[in-house]
Nanobody, 123 residues
């Protein structure tokens, strides 16, 4: 069983940056694909970014491509999401997830989820 804890959320002005972390415990995440998803009020949970176990392959939603960067440090059992050039529409609760599935952009392939961290971007 994998426990995930996100941190780093907060309030930031549009154009600013935030760095999210997702610390895993209970099992090493080296073999897991890791993903970041977000959910705004009244909306579905959407894929943001994903990364394969080795870290060699990364995937991004079109809305964040070029602004967000996902990375992982398997030695620290941690995944990161660097968010730059933030926009008000990035406001959401951001969730970290771990899974052994194939399609990293599909939430159905993730087995473990964190509790989420709030990101609020004001203009």
């Amino acid at each position: 069983h994998v426990q995930l804890v996100e941190s780093g959320g907060g309030l930031v002005q549009a154009g600013g940056s935030l760095s999210l972390s997702c610390a895993a415990s209970g099992r090493t995440i080296g073999g897991y694909a890791m993903g970041w998803f977000r959910q705004a009020p009244g909306k579905d949970r959407d894929f943001v970014a994903g990364i394969r176990g080795s870290g060699a392959d990364t995937y991004y939603a079109d809305s964040v491509k070029g602004r967000f960067t996902i990375s992982r440090d398997n030695a620290k059992n941690t995944v990161y999401l660097q968010m730059n050039s933030l926009k008000p529409e990035d406001t959401a609760v951001y969730y970290c997830a771990a899974g052994l599935g194939v399609v990293v952009s599909d939430s159905r392939f993730y087995n473990y989820w964190g509790q989420g961290t709030q990101v609020t971007v004001f203009s």
